[in-house]
């Protein structure tokens, strides 16, 4: 790898800079997890979205099967009295 500051080689072990002192920070790595973790938070904020919309639909459902039982039972009541 190279120095962020001076731009000379040196080892990936390195934790200095010979040519400069500068103080070695694997920005690279630490961006490259950090794009990860973003995009893990992401999927899990799709899947969430995802999860709710199908909970939503779900709810939906369940609120119209409450409101057609009535009715239904009014029609199966309407049916019996014919
Ligand atoms: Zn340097």
């Known amino acids: 790898m190279y120095c962020r500051k001076c731009g000379a080689k040196m ?3 390195a934790r200095f800079c010979d040519s400069c002192g500068e103080e070695v920070k694997k920005v690279r790595q630490r961006s490259d997890t950090q794009k990860y973790e973003e995009r893990k938070i992401e999927d899990a904020k799709q899947s969430k979205s995802k999860k709710s919309k199908h909970e939503k639909a779900l709810e939906e459902l369940k609120e119209l099967e409450r409101r057609n039982r009535p009715i239904r039972r009014e029609l199966l009541k309407a049916l019996e009295e014919f």
């Open 11 to 13: 080892s990936d072990t």
